[in-house]
């Protein structure tokens, strides 16, 4: 089983600032299979990247994803005030899939 | 429109058994998986599995291996996460969403609590 760590844990930045978020995986694998999702409370997930790169439909633009081999990152080039959430990588594939502990955006 | 309807809360004593459903339409049913994710109290999204439709063939994680069955119905386009032997910390939010191997998870339903005590 492929183990995603997230850093950090906490992002404390100001409206308009960029976020970058780390995912690190245990062991190399496609970047085909690797997603990014938004959790806000109250709310199901939503999906903002797959294929490591790729926005999802309906995801704006200072969203991306980049990365390859066992680091992925997402970038949101210019932080919204609906952007302050939870965000999570996953990997998945043919077989087991997993998350990482998450990454919360909060206001500064 | 996709849309993944789940069913409503439950409630349940430790060792029960309970199946949550989530009603799909807006889409081909049998193209795509449905997966099945969860989120306890204060913790992260956790992978509980997930079933390719068109086969009926499911892969569970390995937490929930031999207390968790998934299953479909194609004639009402429906997804059914049966989980058994419930625990105190089985208590979460669990949550059907759409997906395959080329996107992941992109339709999510609402959401099903489940409280264990």
């Known amino acids: 089983e492929i183990v995603l760590t997230q850093s950090p844990a906490t992002l404390s930045l100001s409206p308009g600032e960029r976020a970058t978020l780390s995912c690190r995986a245990s062991q190399s694998f496609s970047a085909s299979y690797l997603a990014w999702y938004q959790h806000k409370p109250g709310q199901a997930p939503k999906l903002l990247i797959y294929g490591a790169s790729t926005r999802a439909t309906g995801v704006p633009d200072r969203f991306s994803g980049s990365g390859s081999g066992t680091d992925f990152t997402l970038t949101i080039s210019r932080l919204e005030p609906e952007d302050f959430a939870l965000y999570y990588c996953?990997?998945?594939?043919?077989?087991?899939?997993?998350f990482g502990q998450g990454t919360k955006v909060e206001i500064k | 429109q996709v849309q993944l309807v789940q069913s409503g809360a439950e409630m349940k004593k430790p060792g029960a058994s309970v199946k949550v459903s989530c009603k799909t339409s807006g889409y081909g049913f049998r193209s795509y998986d449905i997966s099945w994710v969860r989120q306890a109290p204060g913790q992260g999204l956790e992978w509980v599995g997930r079933?390719?439709?068109?086969?009926?063939?499911?892969i569970y994680s390995p937490n929930f291996q031999g207390r968790v069955t998934m299953t479909t119905d194609t004639s009402t386009t429906t997804a059914f996460l049966e989980l058994r032997s419930l625990r105190s910390d089985d208590t979460a939010v669990y949550y059907c969403?759409?997906?395959?191997?080329?996107?992941?998870?992109?339709?999510w339903g609402q959401g099903t609590p489940l409280i264990v005590s």
């Open positions: 079933i390719t439709v068109y086969t009926g063939n499911a």
């Open positions: 969403a759409r997906g395959d191997v080329v996107v992941g998870m992109d339709v």
């Open positions: 996953q990997h998945y594939g043919w077989s087991q899939w997993t």
